[in-house]
Structure formats: structure tokens, C-alpha cells
């Protein structure tokens, strides 16, 4: 069946159930965002033509918002809990309605179990019961609970699983027995998926798919208003937490800041002002979220105060032309060294408290300092009261971006095939591809067969051999391209090596999340012996790793140019 859009979305709204708290603000959000939905739905299905697009019968579990796993979140929604994930699995829902497909959403273990055809009772049924969806969405709460309650089908079907991961997995934490054997070993991790299933925040890692969520986007005329409705000395705070405000160092920043621009917060409080913030803060109390909006229409500067990490409020900020001041992280904020990220199955090192919008945003929008520098600092501040700066939001962040990115995930991605056509190892026949005339990199031949199926498409692919130390994250990202995974099988020969000019004495096949890789002394070469260990994350001086890398659309990093 073909996948019709949808740009009614009060079906969706019905099927979003009620009661919670949390589902009451992700439907608000919904409702809101309707319009700006079928604008976007409009502006794809034009952008598409006229291209089949496969309908297919999607479970939705959302995990943390069940009973079972303890339900934090729905009763902070309105005391100034987190609100990010809850942002996120409205747009995912509305994405996914909007490109037609068949939804069902599912906040229970009861719903859970008579969605997926277990009778209630038969906790760990032994059968493989038929699976009535082709796509299942969850969490890494949901996944536990199916693992329990699936019995066989659970593995069986796995491979339809795609798990909603904040900030993402990466492969050394994913893989069950390296994790265990080389102390990757966390709470969450281990679930041998491929990494891929992984659907994040933020693009973390081309390891794991980037899911996103959106922002409103403006129209010419708001845009107008913004400009002459702009307060040059407005600045707020980001978090609506008290907590963020027990920050050491705060008052000499602050003191710096009060000097040239009124203050305003939205930390949430029951009766009297926080303790913690000082007296000239306006503070509006925790603000629904339109209400958020509107005063980051007015306000000149969102200032982040290193946490919370990597949320959606500074891209809504952005959006609506306020400048973002973060603080640089030195040492970098990671699993290693904060409470926040310990147990989380990754080792991505924060470079600042945002660092998307450090790295892929940036000036004017985005001002990354030392906050201890009160030079540097105040530098700063004067210099962002004197730029004019318009509202901006990456097209990957819209609702047509969202949807165009969703869709070609649907309709591409496949963890249920067969493994590619080049089997990874020694053995592997003739690689397809040829020395770039530059010498400095593979290219795919042209005439080799393009790899029928492969998705993002092979013909894409360039490598490099990264400079000891490099991770292939950034050695892709130093020659203006993205590291692609799906492509290590490709490189993962003898033959990638010679065609490099790899001097390799020996070549070893091992477990390794690092391979393929080169190591200068004893000049050995080392290939992959693991699939779901290829990683473009991670790095050691010891190696000079092999990195398969792709271009990019304009705005959307998931997709290579031809991925559409
Ligand atoms: C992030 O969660 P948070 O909820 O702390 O993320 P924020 O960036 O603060 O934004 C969430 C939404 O809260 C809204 C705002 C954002 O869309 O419009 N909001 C509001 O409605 N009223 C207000 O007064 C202020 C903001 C992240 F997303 C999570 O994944 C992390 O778990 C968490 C901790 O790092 O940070």
C-alpha cells in the first residue's frame, strides 16, 4: 500500500490517549504545531514527486512514560522536570502520522502486550507469535519490557526495533561481549542491535541514526516583527530547574552580565522565589511553552549555565533571534568524569554545554567562552548587544526536514536484510574501488557495479587513513564530509589497505571497535572480525584507523546527496 500524508491531525490526537501529564503537554504541542505540519507535508510530498512510498504498520511504545518503569517524568512535567524527550516523542508521532503510516501508540505494559498479541498472564510466551507491525518504536525502558514479554519474538523480530537513545550508544557499549570483556560494560548498553537502530537527539555519532525533533519555524512577517520587537539588553536564563543556579562561579559572570542587560528566568517554584536565584532576576516561574516562545522573542541573549545538556530550548531560542552564550568545557564534560553521563553507553566528550550548536550552528548565532574569564566574557557580551542577528533555524530541525529525514529512514533502512555484499575479513573479494588522483584517498570505481541495495548508496564513499589518534568522527569531519558505518564492510580488506599504500608487514583480523586500522610500529594492519563493531567513534595514538566517509545534504547531515 502506497503512504498517503496526512495533514489532519486530530485522529492522531485521539490515538494519543490522555490522563498523563506528559501526554497532555506532548498533545498541546501537537495541536500547536498542526499547521506548521502540513505546510511541511505539502512541501515534501512537492520536493518527492512522485516517488513510491511503501505504508507500513508502526507500534509506537513509549517506555519511560509507562508505570512499570517508574514514571518520573509525567508528574515533573509542570515543576520543571524535563521536558526534551517528551518534545521529541510528539514529533516523532507527528512525523510519523504525517507521512501516512499505520500507528499505534502504546504507554502501558497491558496495552504493550495486547497490541503485540500476548495474552496477559502468559508473561514469557515460548511461541514466536506472528508480528503485526512492520516498524516498532520504543525506548531502552520499552525494549527491556519486550525482551520480557515477547519470549521467542523478541529475537526474532528485533531487527524491526528502532530505540529512541537521548544522547546514544555507541558500538564498544552495544556489543555484549566486548562490552564485558573491555570494561564498556553500562546499565543500558549490550543489546547487540545494530548500532544504526540507535535514534538520537542530536547528530552525536553517525554511528546511530539521528532522529531529531523540531522547532517552530517562523514566516517572513514574524521574522519582521522579531526585528523591531527585539530588547538589545534582555537576556535569559536557560533552565527551569533551581538547581542549575547552585553553579560555583556563577556570581562573577552574572555580576558581569547585570551590568549590561536585565536579567530574566523561567525557574520553576511553588510559593515563594528560589533561594537560589538572585534578587535581579525576573523570574517568570516555569512558562508553558508558547509563553516560552514569546519571550524569546523579545530577548536578545539565551545564556546557558552548563546545564541542562544538549537540550532543544537553545535551538528554539535561536530560532526566534536570540544570540546563545554557553560556557566552553575544559576538561570536556563526559561518562568519565560526570555524574550526568556516568552509565551512559558512550564516551562522546562535550566540548561545551551544546556542542550542535557549537559545532553546527556557530557565530553569530552561538558564542562558545571561558565563563572564568571575566575578560573573555565580557568581551563577549559587548560584542553580541552590537550584532544584529536574524532568527535561524537548520533545516534539519524543521517539520519538512524531520519528515524528509524519517522518510528516507522508512523507506531505506533495513536491519532485517541479509549482511551486504562484501562479507567483511581478510578474504574479501577485490575491493570496488580506486586511488583518488590525488593519492590521498579511495574513491568508488566507476566502473564498478554500484552495490545494488546498498543504502546511503556506495558510489558515495571516499576513505581516508586517519593521522594516529584521529577518531573517524573527525577525520571525515577534517575533509568536509561525515563518517559513514554502513560503509566499513566495504574498506574491511587487505585489498583497501594495498590500494591505500598502507605499508602492512601482517594483517590480523580482530575484535576491535578501532579497525580497520593501521599501527606504525611493527607496521601492522588489523581488520574488523566483528560487523556490529565498525565505529567511527572512538580513537587511540596507537592507530592510524581507516575511515569510510560521505558527503551530505545542505542542512541535513543524515542524508547523503543521492540518499533521497
Ligand atoms: C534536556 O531536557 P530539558 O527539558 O531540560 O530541555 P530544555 O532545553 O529545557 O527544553 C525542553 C522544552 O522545555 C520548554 C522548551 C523546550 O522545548 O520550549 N520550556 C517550557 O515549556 N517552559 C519554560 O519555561 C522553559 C522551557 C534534554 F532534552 C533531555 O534529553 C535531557 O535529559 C535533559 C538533561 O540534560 O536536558
Redesign the pocket.
Known amino acids: 500500500v502506497q503512504a498517503v500524508f496526512r495533514s489532519n491531525l486530530s485522529h492522531l490526537l485521539e490515538l494519543m490517549g490522555s490522563g498523563k501529564e506528559s501526554l497532555i503537554f506532548m498533545k498541546k504541542r501537537t495541536k500547536r504545531l498542526t499547521a506548521q505540519w502540513a505546510l511541511a507535508a505539502q512541501r515534501l510530498a512537492q520536493k518527492l514527486g512522485s516517488v513510491w512510498r511503501d505504508q507500513k504498520q508502526i507500534l509506537v511504545h513509549i517506555g519511560f512514560l509507562t508505570e512499570e518503569s517508574g514514571d518520573v517524568f509525567s508528574p515533573r512535567v509542570l515543576k520543571g522536570g524535563?521536558?526534551?524527550?517528551m518534545?521529541q516523542w510528539a514529533d516523532i508521532l507527528a512525523t510519523l502520522y504525517v507521512l501516512g503510516h499505520g500507528l499505534r501508540i502504546t504507554v502501558s505494559l497491558k496495552e504493550l502486550q495486547s497490541n503485540l498479541g500476548v495474552p496477559p498472564g502468559r508473561g514469557n510466551c515460548p511461541l514466536t507469535m506472528p508480528l503485526p507491525f512492520d516498524l516498532i518504536y520504543t525506548d531502552y525502558h520499552g525494549l527491556q519490557q519486550m525482551k520480557q514479554h515477547m519470549g521467542l519474538s523478541f529475537k526474532k523480530y528485533r531487527c524491526r526495533i528502532r530505540v529512541i537513545d537521548?544522547f546514544g550508544t555507541e558500538p564498544a557499549y552495544n556489543h555484549e561481549e566486548y562490552a564485558t570483556l573491555h570494561g564498556y560494560r553500562t546499565n543500558w548498553g549490550y543489546w547487540n542491535l545494530n548500532p544504526k537502530q540507535f535514534m538520537t537527539?542530536f547528530p552525536h555519532t553517525p554511528d546511530n541514526s539521528f532522529m531529531g525533533f523540531v522547532s517552530e519555524e517562523l514566516n517572513e512577517t514574524e521574522k519582521q516583527l522579531i526585528r523591531g520587537g527585539k530588547a538589545s539588553n534582555m537576556a535569559v536564563v536557560?533552565?527551569?530547574e533551581a538547581s542549575i543556579w547552585k553553579l560555583q562561579g556563577k556570581d562573577k559572570f552574572l555580576g558581569v552580565l547585570n551590568k549590561y542587560m536585565e536579567i530574566h528566568g523561567?525557574v520553576y517554584y511553588e510559593s515563594q522565589r528560589p533561594p537560589e536565584v538572585p534578587a535581579f532576576v525576573k523570574n517568570h516561574g516555569?512558562?508553558?511553552?508558547p509563553e516560552?516562545?514569546q519571550l524569546l522573542r523579545k530577548a536578545k541573549l539565551f545564556i546557558g549555565f552548563g546545564?541542562?545538556?544538549?537540550?532543544?530550548?537553545?535551538l528554539?531560542a535561536i530560532a526566534n533571534g536570540c544570540v546563545f552564550l554557553q560556557a566552553r568545557f575544559s576538561p570536556p564534560h563526559s561518562s568519565l568524569n560526570h555524574e550526568?553521563f556516568r552509565g551512559k553507553p558512550t564516551s562522546r566528550e562535550l566540548f561545551s554545554q551544546h556542542p550542535y550548536a557549537e559545532n553546527f550552528i556557530g557565530k553569530p548565532h552561538v558564542w562558545t567562552v571561558d565563563y572564568n574569564n571575566s575578560e573573555e566574557f565580557e568581551a563577549a557580551i559587548k560584542a553580541i548587544m552590537r550584532t544584529q542577528v536574524d532568527p535561524y533555524l537548520p533545516y534539519e530541525y524543521s517539520c519538512e526536514g524531520m519528515l524528509e529525514r524519517i522518510h528516507a529512514y522508512i523507506q531505506h533502512q533495513d536491519f532485517c536484510a541479509a549482511p551486504g555484499p562484501v562479507p567483511p575479513g581478510a578474504r574479501a573479494p577485490q575491493s570496488p574501488f580506486v586511488l583518488a588522483p590525488n593519492a590521498t584517498h579511495l574513491e568508488w570505481a566507476q566502473n564498478a557495479s554500484s552495490a545494488p541495495g546498498a543504502w546511503p548508496p556506495a558510489h558515495s564513499l571516499r576513505a581516508w587513513l586517519a593521522t594516529a589518534g584521529r577518531a573517524c568522527t573527525d577525520a571525515c569531519l577534517d575533509h568536509g564530509l561525515i563518517c559513514e558505518p554502513s560503509f566499513f564492510p566495504f574498506l574491511n580488506s587487505r585489498d583497501a589497505f594495498q590500494k591505500l599504500q598502507v605499508p602492512c608487514d601482517s594483517t590480523e583480523s580482530e575484535m576491535n571497535h578501532l579497525y580497520p586500522a593501521f599501527a606504525q610500529p611493527g607496521r601492522e594492519c588489523f581488520l574488523q572480525k566483528e560487523p556490529l563493531l565498525f565505529s567511527c567513534a572512538g580513537s587511540s595514538t596507537k592507530y592510524h584507523r581507516l575511515c569510510p566517509c560521505r558527503d551530505f545534504r545542505k542542512g541535513q547531515v543524515a542524508l547523503c546527496q543521492d540518499c533521497l
Do not use: I, S
Not at 307 to 314: H, K, R, V
Open positions: 524535563p521536558l526534551g524527550e518534545v537521548t537527539m536557560y533552565g527551569k523561567t516555569l512558562l508553558p511553552q516560552f516562545q546545564f541542562p545538556y544538549e537540550g532543544p530550548a537553545p528554539e550526568f
